[in-house]
């Protein structure tokens, strides 16, 4: 079964300081891999997704991950916070063979002025 | 990217009624759509997959009978919550899926508030 953990529910990080969110997948087959946001009372909203092009996928609002088969892993990076970015973020993974996208828990971040 | 409407975006209700929730794919065609569940401070756990055209396929744990899914064009779903009962007070989200293959994408909609006194 496939399945994504995000280490850390919350991370807070400065106002212009680096932004890295976890996430570790588990897939017996090569997945897609998303990152999704989601902002209070609202639905989710892609920042980027890993379909076995690129390792390096750039996404929406500065945001970018880099997809390490040996590590199983798909952090989020950010080089510079900004105070827009604070909300939760979905790490997600799917399997090749069908449509359903299994989530992680979400970790919340938090920008300090 | 695609557009997902919900409706409504909140809703209030009593004990032993039951709510309508739509999802409207706005500008694109969605054969199938995803129905999820999301409790506070919590992720979204997926209930349903809605077709267009046949029954919906719910997730193990799921009471088919409670929670009615219709799927009646390619651009609207419904979940009903039947006799709701204030455990399925719940954020609410709908996904469209557009496109095809490994070029396919969820649209996911904004979500409906449920709170059942």
């Known amino acids: 079964a496939q399945s994504v953990t995000q280490l850390g529910s919350h991370v807070s990080v400065s106002e212009g300081a680096l932004v890295l969110l976890r996430c570790n997948y588990s897939s017996s087959v090569p997945p897609y891999l998303f990152w999704y946001v989601q902002y209070p009372n609202q639905g989710l909203q892609l920042l980027l997704k890993y379909t076995s092009a690129a390792t390096l996928v750039k996404g929406i609002n500065g945001f970018e991950a880099e997809f390490k088969k040996s590590e199983t892993s798909f952090h989020l990076t950010k080089p510079s916070a900004h105070m827009s970015d604070a909300a939760e973020y979905f790490c997600?993974?799917?399997?090749?063979?069908?449509?359903?996208?299994?989530f992680g828990k979400g970790t919340r971040l938090h920008i300090l002025p | 990217g695609a557009v997902v409407s919900q409706h409504p975006s909140w809703v209030i209700c009593k004990s032993g009624t039951s709510v309508k929730i739509e999802c409207r794919s706005l500008?694109?065609?969605?054969?199938?759509m995803f129905w999820y569940r999301q409790f506070p401070k919590q992720s979204l756990m997926l209930m349903a997959t809605s077709n267009e055209g046949s029954k919906a396929t719910y997730e193990q744990g799921v009471e088919k009978d409670k929670f009615l899914i219709n799927h009646a064009s390619l651009t609207l779903s419904t979940l009903t919550v039947t006799s709701a009962h204030p455990e399925d007070s719940s954020f609410y989200i709908c996904s469209g899926l557009a496109g095809s293959g490994s070029y396919n994408e969820q649209f996911f909609g904004p979500g409906t508030r449920l709170t059942v006194l």
């Open positions: 997600a993974v799917r399997d090749r063979r069908d449509d359903k996208i299994i």
């Open positions: 500008d694109f065609q969605a054969t199938t």
